[in-house]
């Protein structure tokens, strides 16, 4: 038998660990400014308009009216000033004249208590004679809302990567193991 060499072979084992990428997304929320302008507010109003008619009352009682009586002491007032002067005039000439006897001042004097009285008239009207009519004023009134500004401000969003890895280790070294013949006479160390 011929002797025969022997060769054994181990092949390495590689070992592989992976880790993932990662990934963060976050994005803060956007802040939002919002101003508004006051709202303008017009007021128009016309006034209310009260009206009081007496005039059925007046002619109920046999009286004039407001605007007829004015005139009509107008008239007499003018009468009794123009007669006031005329009896002044008398009277100036009674007193320039005192020699021509009596007594002017207990004339004068008693004219003033005997004269024509003044009278006024009582203005208490029917009921329900005088007429009161009232119309409301008006308001228009106009609102214009204010302006409202939005200023959004937007932040951008924040991105962080980290790529994944892959490790690659050797989980068993390849070997080659030669084991000569075995010689007679020959030791072989069988440790390698």
Do not use: C, K
């Amino acid at each position: 038998m011929v002797p025969q060499i022997q060769i054994r072979q181990e092949f390495a084992q590689i070992g592989l660990q992976t880790r993932p990428p990662e990934w963060r997304i976050a994005q803060p929320p956007a802040d939002l400014n919002m101003h508004q302008e006051l709202a303008r507010v017009e007021i128009r109003r016309t006034a209310g308009r009260l009206e009081i008619d007496q005039s059925e009352a007046f002619a109920q009682v046999g009286l004039m009216s407001p605007l007829e009586l004015s005139r009509s002491e107008a008239a007499r007032s003018r009468q009794v000033n123009a007669d006031g002067i005329a009896e002044a005039a008398q009277w100036g000439d009674r007193f320039a004249h005192i020699e021509r006897g009596g007594n002017p001042i207990a004339d004068w004097a008693l004219r003033e208590v005997t004269g024509p009285p003044d009278w006024i008239p009582a203005l208490v009207p029917r009921p329900f004679s005088v007429h009161i009519t009232y119309r409301p004023g008006q308001a228009d009134i106009r609102v214009q809302p204010g302006r409202v500004d939005l200023n959004p401000a937007v932040h951008p969003p924040e991105v962080s990567f980290h790529p994944g890895t892959v490790d690659a280790y050797v989980r068993r070294p390849g070997a080659v193991t030669i084991i000569p013949p075995p010689l007679p006479g020959l030791l072989v160390d069988e440790r390698g």
